[in-house]
Nanobody, 126 residues
C-alpha cells in the first residue's frame, strides 16, 4: 500500500512562489509514474504535471507551462512541484498521485492513478 502525504501549501500573493512536496513513508518512487492534480471549488480535478516511471520525462498542462516545475529527488522518495508566478486562478487543493510504471509514458487522467494523497490547499490572493 502506498500512502502519499502532501505538504507546502498556503496563502501567497499573486506573483509569488510555493513549493509543494509529496512523500511516501517507507518506500521509494522508483518505477512509479507520478503526477500533480488540482481541484478548485465547484470544478473537476484537473491535471497539472506528471513525470514518467522511467526516464524522468515531464509533461505539463498548458495553463502552468513555464511557471510550474515537477521533479523528484535523486533517492526518489519525494516528489516536488515548484510553483512560480502564481495567479489567483491557481487557487485549488493540490493532490499528488502515483501508479506503478516501467514505461516512459505520460499519465494525465485522474483514472490513470492508483494512489492519491489527501491534498494541500493553495490560495493565491490578488
Amino acid at each position: 500500500q502506498v500512502q502519499l502525504v502532501e505538504s507546502g501549501g498556503g496563502l501567497v500573493q499573486a506573483g509569488g512562489s510555493l513549493r509543494l512536496s509529496c512523500a511516501s513513508s517507507g518506500r521509494t518512487f522508483s518505477n512509479y509514474a507520478m503526477g500533480w492534480f488540482r481541484q478548485a471549488p465547484g470544478k473537476e480535478r484537473e491535471f497539472v504535471a506528471s513525470i514518467t516511471g522511467i526516464g524522468e520525462s515531464l509533461k505539463y498542462a498548458d495553463s502552468v507551462k513555464g511557471r510550474f516545475t515537477i521533479s523528484r529527488d535523486g533517492a526518489k522518495v519525494t516528489l516536488y512541484l515548484q510553483m512560480n508566478s502564481l495567479k489567483p486562478e491557481d487557487t485549488a487543493i493540490y493532490y499528488c498521485a502515483a501508479r506503478p510504471s516501467n514505461f516512459r509514458v505520460y499519465y494525465t487522467g485522474v483514472k490513470d492513478y492508483n494512489y492519491w494523497g489527501q491534498g494541500t490547499q493553495v490560495t493565491v490572493s490578488s
